[in-house]
């Protein structure tokens, strides 16, 4: 008899820790016995939620934030990525856009479950294929790739109902606690957060499988 494994995940599509953890997070679920069928609910998380529409330059964010070469920072990310099996390199993409779109049609697609899915398709098309993801036409475009009819995509995520559901999931998440992505909760029982070695996600799911 199959076990059913429930995961909420917490991540922006706009932050590499994300992408690497999601990456980190896959495999592990990969190891499973076939057995375990597993549920993953995406939610919601602005990295800053105070990002225009147009976005802003990463790179000289960081260099008035902390006073360093965002070239310094940027390597420690790289390499781990490496260690996914993530060629990132984060000087190609200069702009962190504002996500609320891109949560959003994330969130509608929960009925089609491939959230996870979608998530990962747009981090992708962001971090490796160094896409625009605050344009409207780049979203439909890889909405339309998980089931969505375009026009049904373009009215989604322009919805000013819809993106004020996406943004108070996304407060909400920050007023519970939740400060750094990705988070993630498997069971409702037992949370890790951060990019964590794949030996943590193994035991991680070893624990809360036994549980269930």
């Not at 679920?29 to 990295?47: C, G, K, M, T």
């Not at 996914?84 to 984060?90: Q, S, V």
């Not at 000013?160 to 996406?166: A, G, K, R």
């Not at 920050?174 to 794949?198: C, W």
Request: glycine fraction near 6%; hydrophobic fraction near 40%.
């Amino acid at each position: 008899m199959s076990k059913l494994l429930k995961i909420d995940l917490f991540t922006d599509v706009v932050c590499p820790w994300c992408l690497i953890g999601s990456a980190r997070l896959d495999a592990a679920l990969a190891r499973l016995d076939s057995d375990i069928e597993v549920e993953i609910n995406n939610h919601p998380f602005y990295l800053d939620p105070n990002v225009p529409p147009e976005g802003v330059d990463v790179g000289e964010m960081l260099r008035q934030k902390y006073g360093r070469d965002p070239k310094e920072m940027w390597e420690r990310v790289e390499s781990e990525a490496k260690k996914a099996g993530i060629d990132l390199d984060l000087s190609r993409q200069p702009r962190m856009f504002n996500t609320a779109k891109a949560h959003t049609i994330t969130r509608l697609s929960k009925p089609n479950g491939n959230q996870h899915e979608l998530a990962n398709a747009i981090a992708a098309a962001y971090f490796l294929e160094h896409r625009q993801i605050n344009d409207d036409n780049v979203l439909a475009d890889i909405a339309v790739e998980f089931g969505w009819d375009r026009g049904d995509a373009l009215d989604a995520m322009n919805d000013e109902n819809e993106l004020d559901i996406t943004r108070q999931m996304a407060v909400g998440a920050a007023e519970q606690g939740i400060r750094g992505v990705p988070f993630v909760v498997f069971a409702e029982k037992y949370a890790l957060s951060g990019a964590q070695p794949d030996e943590v996600f193994d035991e991680a799911l070893r624990r809360t499988i036994a549980e269930l």
